[in-house]
């Protein structure tokens, strides 16, 4: 983990993270490191998180939850993959379904044929950088329409990218596993 970028608290965030940022800050009750860290980018940091929020509203809260998972558990990005278990479990959907969705299976028990599409079409963007899913991505048009379709793509390069600077500063997961002994 790099000591030389300098952690930043919440109030020396520039204003317009602070503004993009309070409601998950005071909701989570900490600023993650992952903020602390990307808050030197505001113009850019900023936009993203509201790339976010508009994806959010854009998709359905269990197929965003797909992508996160998913995204998080082929990255290696425990950060998130933690944080999305405990929403996923918040938002009702249950630890057995977050297990079906980390298993990545063709044929994961408790997702819906959507859920599955989603996660097939995240998985083959992952692994084969985007070319040659075409297959993939005509099965989510089907099943949840281009609009979503094109989301869930946009969805999957935000974790990506989530992941790419969570690993590169080798930052530890600020929740531990839903499945971790003891987690309630």
Not at 127 to 138: D, I, K, N, T
């Amino acid at each position: 983990m790099s000591d030389k970028i300098e952690r930043l608290e919440f109030d020396q965030l520039a204003p317009r993270v602070q503004h993009v940022l309070r409601a998950r800050v005071e909701r989570l009750g900490y600023l993650g490191e992952f903020f602390k860290c990307s808050g030197h980018q505001p113009d850019i940091l900023a936009p993203f998180m509201e790339m976010t929020e508009a994806l959010k509203a854009a998709l359905p809260d269990r197929l965003t939850e797909v992508v996160a998972l998913t995204v998080a558990t082929m990255m290696g990005n425990k950060y998130e993959l933690h944080q999305h278990e405990r929403l996923s479990r918040k938002l009702g959907f249950g630890e057995d379904w977050v297990a079906a969705v980390e298993q990545i299976s063709r044929d994961a028990p408790l997702m819906s044929s959507a859920e599955r599409a989603v996660q097939q079409l995240a998985a083959a963007l992952l692994e084969r950088r985007g070319m040659g899913v075409s297959a993939e991505l005509e099965r989510v048009i089907e099943e949840i329409g281009a609009a979503q379709g094109v989301a869930i793509m946009f969805l999957v390069g935000r974790y990506v990218t989530h992941a790419l600077i969570v690993n590169a500063l080798e930052l530890e997961p600020p929740v531990s596993s839903i499945f971790a002994e003891g987690v309630k």
